[in-house]
């Protein structure tokens, strides 16, 4: 339960202001069709994410306890660090794909996913967790948390959220998780 409440947490708040979130908006100000956006989100999150898992799982198989904690440990202060850098959104990064709403939606948030925040993020809470569906599962509500109000909302919150002040947070409970690895507490 653990593993999946602070997946879900840290995700959320990482999303905040994120890229995929910026997509989000723009996706829902261009269609105005909430559903397939959503569902489309849903899709390119669990995909991700459980690819990310199994990276997570393998790197856990293939490194010694001790060098993984190192790697974790580093890991996750770079997303505290990380966490500090607003994203930005490419304005074509909305008008590359002819898929409709569905197959767009899907299409630019896998893609917007690779490499991103909550995709490393995903892969090193299996690898300190061990528990590969309660963080696939928690990474993902945690996507859902932050993007469907995006969606449903549009543009209109993202004016009022202290972005700021939500990847601060964000950025403290890595550095914690960080720290702790390190000092092999956890």
Request: proline fraction near 3%; glycine fraction near 10%; charged fraction near 15%.
């Amino acid at each position: 339960m653990e593993a999946f409440l602070v997946s879900t947490g840290i995700v959320a708040l990482a999303e905040i202001g994120d890229k995929t979130q910026l997509l989000a908006f723009c996706l829902a100000a261009r269609w105005r069709r909430p559903w397939p956006i959503i569902l489309g989100i849903f899709t390119a999150t669990v995909v991700n994410h459980a690819l990310a898992g199994a990276v997570g799982a393998w790197l856990t198989q293939v490194v010694g306890p001790d060098a993984l904690r190192w790697i974790l440990g580093v890991s996750f202060l770079a997303m505290a660090v990380w966490m500090l850098v607003p994203d930005k959104l490419e304005e074509e990064d909305t008008d590359r794909l002819r898929l409709g709403v569905f197959g767009t939606t899907v299409v630019a948030f896998f893609l917007a996913e690779m490499g991103d925040k909550t995709q490393i993020a995903t892969v090193a809470l299996v690898a300190h967790f061990h528990a590969y569906a309660a963080v696939v599962v928690g990474t993902t509500v945690g996507m859902m948390i932050a993007n469907v109000p995006a969606v449903l909302v549009g543009g209109k919150l993202a004016d009022r959220l202290p972005v700021r002040l939500v990847h601060g947070i964000a950025a403290l409970i890595f550095a914690g998780l960080g720290l702790a690895a390190l000092l092999d507490l956890v």
